[in-house]
Nanobody
Framework: QGQLVESGGGLVQAGGSLRLSCVAAPSIFKLNTMAWYRQTPGKERELVATISGGGISTNYVDSVKGRFTISRDNAKNTLYLQMNYLTPEDTAVYYC??????????WGRGTQVTVSS
């Protein structure tokens, strides 16, 4: 089992929803600000959303504001991303990790999200 294990991706039609989960090792999760990232072939990994250690503060890239919601369960060391009103532009492999570089662990395999038009 890796230190970061993402799940919940799949194929969905435009306008649909998915909920991603990420189980993280306690050494990474603890009270660190956590983040979701995504990557498409040939492009750099993009920061999608962040959430503070206590879960109070969240931030989103403009393209997902109002559609995605990041949350966390500190008792379960689990990070979530609720994605609504998906568009083909959301198609990517989604990863989770700590936001701060110094707190990051090895990248997991990610979970593929494919949105059909």
């Amino acid at each position: 089992q890796g230190q970061l294990v993402e799940s919940g991706g799949g194929l969905v039609q435009a306008g649909g929803s998915l909920r991603l989960s990420c189980v993280a090792a306690p050494s990474i999760f603890k009270l660190n600000t956590m983040a979701w990232y995504r990557q498409t072939p040939g492009k750099e990994r993009e920061l999608v959303a962040t959430i503070s250690g206590g879960g109070i503060s969240t931030n989103y890239v403009d393209s997902v504001k109002g559609r995605f919601t990041i949350s966390r369960d500190n008792a379960k060391n689990t990070l979530y991303l609720q994605m609504n009103y998906l568009t083909p532009e959301d198609t990517a492999v989604y990863y989770c990790n700590a936001f701060e570089y110094i707190a990051q662990g090895p990248w997991g395999r990610g979970t593929q999200v494919t949105v059909s038009s």
